[in-house]
């Protein structure tokens, strides 16, 4: 098969995880600190990290308006955690003003799972497959509106979801080297 472009939004937080499975997965990885580099990708990762913290940095890097630009004109992106909240049409629990992409109709609670120390590992079912969730200061959806496809579930919350090209994750498959989650995002997603 042949290799994707992907790209890995690299203002902060753990976007060298991503870059390393997205590599495990036979795949190319870029880091993406300016709005040029988002030209010729198959794909978009937002990691995992602190999402006012992410959403301000993208507006200082100018790259606010042409990510969302982007994912208007339909590429394909995964986020987890902090990258699923940038992908909520609507957040609950977010700092003053606090800004996102958008792209999926659903309601994301940040930090619904608790703090850092209520931090936990949960398998889950996502597309017939066992997981290992990492939940860290998770969010959880909290609704999804008209479009949006639940793909897994922990404690009666959809903790991922999909609406055609987006796909969002409350846990972490970058910190646990189980690649499924980023194979299904390459094979069912960006393909
Ligand atoms: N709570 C963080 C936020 O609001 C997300 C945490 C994470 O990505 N592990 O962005």
Redesign the pocket.
């Known amino acids: 098969m042949s290799s994707l472009n992907i790209g890995v939004l690299a203002l902060q937080?753990d976007f060298r995880e991503h870059i390393e499975a997205t590599f495990a997965c036979g795949n190319k990885a870029t880091a993406i600190r300016r709005p040029d580099e988002l030209q010729g990708l198959d794909g978009l990762i937002f990691p995992?990290?602190?999402?006012?913290t992410i959403a301000l940095l993208a507006t200082s890097y100018q790259l606010f308006d042409p990510i969302r630009e982007a994912i208007a004109s339909g590429l394909p992106v995964y986020g987890s955690?902090?990258g699923m909240?940038l992908l909520a049409d609507r957040i609950l629990d977010g700092a003053a003003g606090q800004k996102t992409f958008g792209g999926i109709n659903m309601t994301v609670r940040?930090?619904a799972f608790g703090r850092q120390v209520e931090s936990f590992e949960e398998d889950i079912d996502f597309v017939g497959k066992r997981v290992n969730g990492v939940f860290?200061?998770?969010?959880w959806v909290e609704s999804v509106g008209a479009g949006v496809e639940v793909l897994a579930t922990a404690s009666g919350h959809p903790v991922a979801v999909r609406q055609g090209k987006l796909l969002a994750t409350s846990f972490?498959p970058e910190l646990t080297g189980d690649l499924s989650v980023h194979q299904y995002f390459f094979d069912e997603i960006c393909r």
Not at 48 to 52: A, L, Q
Not at 136 to 139: G, H
Request: proline share 6%; charged share 20%.
């Open positions: 937080g995992g990290g602190e999402s006012t955690c902090a909240i940040r930090n860290i200061r998770a969010p972490h």
